[in-house]
């Protein structure tokens, strides 16, 4: 099972920059369980939301042939909690990009926490490395299909791609 950890892209410049945002509600089971008299999303889970932002950008970049991995967190400097009711956005941008793999500068800001817009809505500041394993791990011998982006990978990058310009 694949656990998709964005919402939607708002964002996406091909092989520079994703955008994406996530709603984080008091129905996921995780957001009780550090502090249960204190909900939070844990910094694990807004690093691993930066990482699929990112490895979506990084394997699109490359017509998602490649087998996108994340490699190393190089970074990742957090200065507040998300708590649920907050909307967040990760913004990945890419420093380097090659046939090896790629680097990634993110930062997570909070959108709005259910007041409003926050005064400091900077959550973190990440860098991720990216490896393209198919390249990088000589020797090793892995599946033919890419099994790193699926469908619903996939499908969040479509749907802003098919999304209709807004009347009003």
Same mark, same amino acid.
């Given at each position: 099972?694949?656990?998709?950890?964005?919402?939607?892209?708002?964002?996406?410049?091909?092989?520079?920059?994703?955008?994406?945002?996530?709603?984080?509600? @008091? #129905?996921?089971?995780? *957001?009780?369980? %550090?502090?249960? $008299?204190?909900?939070?999303? &844990?910094? +694990?889970?807004?690093?691993?939301?930066?990482?699929?932002?990112?490895?979506?950008?990084?394997?699109?970049?490359?017509?998602?042939?490649?087998?996108?991995?994340?490699?190393?967190?190089?970074?990742?400097?957090?200065?507040?909690?998300?708590?649920?009711?907050?909307?967040?956005?990760?913004?990945?941008?890419?420093?380097?990009?090659?046939?090896?793999? @790629? #680097?990634?500068?993110? *930062?997570?800001? %909070?959108?709005? $926490?259910?007041?409003?817009? &926050?005064? +400091?809505?900077?959550?973190?500041?990440?860098?991720?490395?990216?490896?393209?394993?198919?390249?990088?791990?000589?020797?090793?011998?892995?599946?033919?299909?890419?099994?790193?982006?699926?469908?619903?990978?996939?499908?969040?990058?479509?749907?802003?791609?098919?999304?209709?310009?807004?009347?009003?």
């Amino acid at each position: 099972m694949r656990w998709i950890w964005i919402d939607k892209f708002t964002r996406f410049d091909s092989g520079t920059r994703a955008v994406a945002v996530k709603c984080c509600s @008091a #129905s996921e089971d995780h *957001v009780h369980d %550090l502090y249960p $008299n204190f909900p939070i999303v &844990p910094n +694990s889970l807004l690093i691993e939301s930066m990482a699929q932002t990112a490895g979506i950008l990084v394997g699109e970049s490359r017509q998602f042939k490649e087998k996108v991995i994340l490699a190393k967190i190089g970074k990742a400097s957090f200065s507040r909690v998300v708590r649920p009711g907050d909307l967040v956005e990760f913004d990945a941008t890419v420093l380097q990009l090659n046939e090896m793999g @790629a #680097s990634i500068e993110g *930062v997570i800001r %909070l959108l709005s $926490n259910g007041f409003g817009q &926050p005064e +400091s809505p900077v959550v973190a500041q990440i860098e991720l490395m990216f490896s393209h394993i198919d390249n990088n791990i000589a020797g090793m011998k892995f599946p033919e299909h890419n099994f790193v982006f699926t469908g619903h990978f996939t499908q969040l990058l479509d749907e802003f791609r098919n999304k209709p310009e807004p009347t009003y």
